[in-house]
């Protein structure tokens, strides 16, 4: 894809004896918004640890802003603008709202302007309210606001978003839509990994259909909207 | 009582808590950050003395002032905390993802080196430090006298965590360095290189250490036995605190600096006992420390792989089981009076690898202090003989009992708990075992031990006591070996694998985990009383924590997944040990290298790498 801020191709990866991808090949464009969906344990998860390289992937290439990420530590890779949004959000529970920013801040690439908690806290006001306080007294909802505060506190060009409404309340996941949309506005590509298909169509412009390790589908987000024979195969339960 | 005397003892425990504060955060701080127990604080702190004790006199001499010694103590520190940075190159970084046992090995390996190093440079004679200049004269206070350079160590702690805190809080590395502490890894994924921020946490720690030691220089004189001594003490203060809370060390230094000022006047012979009984007590009741909190899910095991699927001997081995068997059994025939000394050691230190890794390799249950369980096995037997006359044969009898007996007393407390802290209550209470031992003169004859421990008539032939022993330890590691074989091996295997899910299934795994390690300890005893018999006498030593390490340096040899691996590290090891160390005075060096490299190189020991090569063959029998 010519306009690909990140290319996969043919990513293997698993845990010790156990295969989880078969060669995942998927590409996210500059600045758009891509699903990753699939069924429980389908490896969207796996997918986006592995082209972290937080799951040392054990075939296939994966490059970023036209650099190859293989072998690289995910610090590297986070520095070369790649954020990172956790399944289990990993907050510092023992840090302060303002110093989970803080460990996420990195400079900001050349031409941009820096993400300052200030800026975060206009588009989560709830975060504004607490910064002083303890991240492990937050709800879940909260705690999801800050871990992609953070990651974009590293300035990213584009972001790994796994599952980003799992187990929010409905208004929260409401508020999560807009955050991706936001960040779409900003210019930052999003490849967020989804099961649930209402949140992914609010959200995103293309979608990709992962299923035992490998791409089953890829279009449009409409066109998946619309292919009821796609959703029942590799979607619904 | 007088209460100026009651100020002044607390006063003198509170400079005491100080200084254990000021070292024990070093060790704090790097396991919250690495979550490796270093045991190599404690060389820091020797180091930070011995440097001290060189450089502070040489800068007095340019001029007597208050402020070129502290300049001093703090230049020892910094190149304490400069040794830090290369234990962490060269070693740590390594060592990072293996688990907790080999960490601890390791870092075991570099205290071994390091004591060696500081009797190459500095020589085996203490060496006294100089004194304070401005801070020599006593205070007056209630009409005691109370010595100046201690009133100013009682500020030096609050000072430490009051600056430690500012770092912790104020500054970004402080923050880096707690965020990891929570969890590494999505620190890293957020572009913190994780490499840097470990170097830099353990140049603080040693840096910490070194300065702990450094300032002891005109209470204590250098020696080079405060490695092993500070380091338990240390190990203390951080886990009743809560491993990696550094406030939590602190209020435990306290805690523990006024037990022992005011429990020296109250139970003069049992000081070092009183603070290991403190420590069971907490964790009892706080299983993570004051101030600790559970171990984050860091993705890594307490264990290497242990035993899965016992195989039963094939052919091969065992022909090899037999010929083994036979050989020992006419060795005493052909052999010298030497090779058959060596030959009684073997078996002995082979029964008492056996049973330990019954526990670690078996049970999952790494235990640091299974020497206590030996040694209070040879003293029960020694002291049987010497103080009440009783022969060998009751007195063999009464050493597996006393191991037993004394490892279901701690067993209690320990299968409470999992992990590092369990290796930490079990290095506590051989601790306890060790200090009794030591502090008990007139009855275990102290540091000396007792002599005249010898067989009765009919067995005192070196050749008639090596098939005593041989008869001892084959059936003693048939029975436990038949155990690993039976479903209470089976069900402790599946304790270790998943205690949430064995307990759901119905299995009482604190029970199982308690009946194993009493059975363990009575192999051990054994082990012990035999080997008291063999020398003719026993020391503390026998307790100490080295003893432990060459127990767990013969499982790791020999291969801790494998069922007979230890009897083959346990031959291995003692051979070794016994050639090497007559050629040399710096054996404990190259005993620490070789532990270092045995993780390093062989991490599944000698026997795994036959599992191995045996594993990789189709399985020839069900």
């Given amino acids: 894809m010519a306009d690909a801020v990140l290319e996969v191709e043919d990513l293997k990866a698993g845990y010790g004896p156990a295969e989880v991808l078969f060669g995942v090949t998927l590409a996210l464009r500059r600045g758009e918004v891509a699903a990753l969906m699939g069924r429980n344990g389908a490896g969207k998860s796996t997918t986006l640890k592995a082209i972290m390289g937080l799951l040392p992937p054990r075939g296939g290439r994966v490059r970023f802003a036209g650099r190859d990420l293989t072998g690289l530590a995910p610090f590297r890779i986070a520095r070369l603008g790649l954020g990172y949004v956790p399944e289990e959000r990993r907050i510092f529970t023992d840090l302060t709202v303002y110093e989970n920013l803080e460990v996420g801040r990195r400079a900001a690439r050349q031409g941009q302007g820096a993400w300052t908690p200030d800026r975060l806290f206009e588009i989560f006001p709830n975060l504004a309210e607490m910064r002083g306080r303890r991240a492990a007294a937050m709800s879940g909802g909260e705690q999801q606001m800050l871990t992609i505060a953070r990651t974009l506190m590293g300035n990213p060009e584009a972001v790994l978003l796994d599952e980003p409404s799992e187990g929010l309340a409905p208004v929260i996941v409401e508020q999560m839509a807009e955050a991706v949309l936001r960040m779409k506005q900003e210019g930052i590509a999003v490849l967020l990994s989804e099961q649930n298909l209402d949140f992914a169509a609010a959200v995103a412009d293309r979608a990709y259909v992962i299923e035992r390790g490998s791409i089953r589908y890829q279009g449009a987000m409409e066109a998946l909207e619309a292919d009821e024979q796609v959703r029942e195969a590799w979607l619904t339960v | ?622």
């Fill in chain 2, 1 to 622: 009582m007088d209460p100026g005397f009651l100020l002044v003892q607390s006063l003198s425990g509170l400079a005491s808590a100080s200084s254990l504060f000021v070292i024990a955060s070093g060790l704090t701080l790097v396991f919250g950050v690495t979550r490796i127990v270093n045991f190599a604080h404690g060389s820091f702190y020797m180091l930070g003395a011995y440097i001290a004790v060189t450089v502070v006199p040489w800068l007095l001499e340019l001029d007597r002032s208050p402020w070129l010694f502290f300049a001093g103590v703090l230049l020892s520190a910094l190149a304490v905390g400069l040794l830090g940075v290369a234990m962490e190159l060269l070693l740590l970084r390594r060592i990072y993802k293996v688990p907790e046992l080999f960490q601890l090995l390791a870092t075991f390996g570099v205290v071994l080196m390091v004591q060696d190093a500081v009797l190459w440079i500095w020589g085996p004679v203490d060496i006294t430090g100089p004194r304070a200049p401005g801070l020599r004269h006593g205070v007056e206070i209630l009409d005691q006298r109370f010595p100046a350079y201690e009133l100013f160590l009682i500020f030096v702690g609050p000072a430490v965590l009051g600056l430690l805190w500012l770092l912790m809080h104020r500054t970004r590395f402080g923050i880096l360095i707690r965020a990891a502490t929570r969890d590494r890894e999505m620190v890293g994924a957020l572009g913190v290189n994780q490499a840097l921020l470990f170097t830099a946490t353990l140049f603080l720690g040693a840096f910490l250490a070194g300065l702990g030691g450094a300032l002891q220089i005109p209470r204590v004189s250098a020696s080079a036995q405060m490695d092993l001594s500070i380091i338990t003490e240390v190990f203390v203060v951080t886990v009743i605190g809560g491993m990696g809370s550094v406030t939590g060390a602190f209020l435990a230094a306290l805690l523990i600096g006024q037990l022992q000022a005011f429990g020296v006047l109250i139970f003069p012979k049992i000081t070092l006992v009183l603070v290991f009984v403190l420590m069971a007590a907490v964790l009892v009741v706080k299983p993570w420390g004051l101030l600790g909190r559970p171990e984050p899910a860091a993705g890594r095991a307490a264990l290497p792989e242990g035993i899965l699927h016992p195989r039963r001997f094939g052919v091969v081995e065992g022909t090899i089981a037999m010929l083994a068997v036979a050989t020992a059994f006419v060795l005493p025939l052909f052999a010298d009076a030497y090779t058959l000394k060596v030959a009684t050691e073997v078996l002995v230190l082979a029964l008492a690898a056996f049973s330990l890794n019954f526990l670690v390799g078996n049970g999952g249950i790494v235990s640091f202090g299974h020497a206590a369980y030996f040694g209070l096995g040879a003293y029960a037997a020694g002291l049987l003989v010497t103080r009440l006359g009783v022969p060998m044969e009751p007195a063999l009898v009464a050493a597996p009992l006393a191991g037993a007996f004394f490892a279901a007393l701690f067993g209690f407390f320990v299968v409470r708990l999992s992990g590092i802290y369990l290796a930490m209550l079990t290095l506590a209470f051989a601790q306890i075992a060790y200090a009794v031992c030591f502090q008990w003169v007139e009855v275990t004859g102290g540091d000396n031990g007792v002599v005249g421990v010898w067989p009765s008539p009919w067995a005192a032939s070196r050749q008639v006591y090596f098939y005593v022993v041989a008869v001892c330890a084959v059936a003693g590691i048939a029975a436990m070996r038949h155990v690993i074989y039976a479903p209470f091996g089976a069900t402790l295997r599946a304790a270790r694998d998943s205690e949430v899910r064995a307990d759901a299934i119905g299995v009482d795994v604190r029970t199982h985990r308690w009946l194993g390690f009493t059975l363990a300890g009575a192999a051990a005893g054994l082990a012990g009383g035999l080997y008291a018999f063999s020398k003719g006498s026993m020391d503390p030593t026998l307790l100490g924590i080295p003893t432990s390490v060459d127990f767990l340096a013969m499982i790791l040899l020999g291969g801790i997944q494998t069922v007979m691996g230890p009897v083959i590290g346990a031959a291995a090891f003692h051979s070794i040990k016994d050639v090497f160390m007559p050629l040399t005075d710096y054996w404990r060096f190259f005993l620490g290298a070789s532990i270092i490299a045995l993780v390093l190189i062989f991490p599944r020991g000698l026997g795994g790498a036959y599992g191995k090569l045996r594993g990789s063959r189709p399985v020839q029998h069900a």
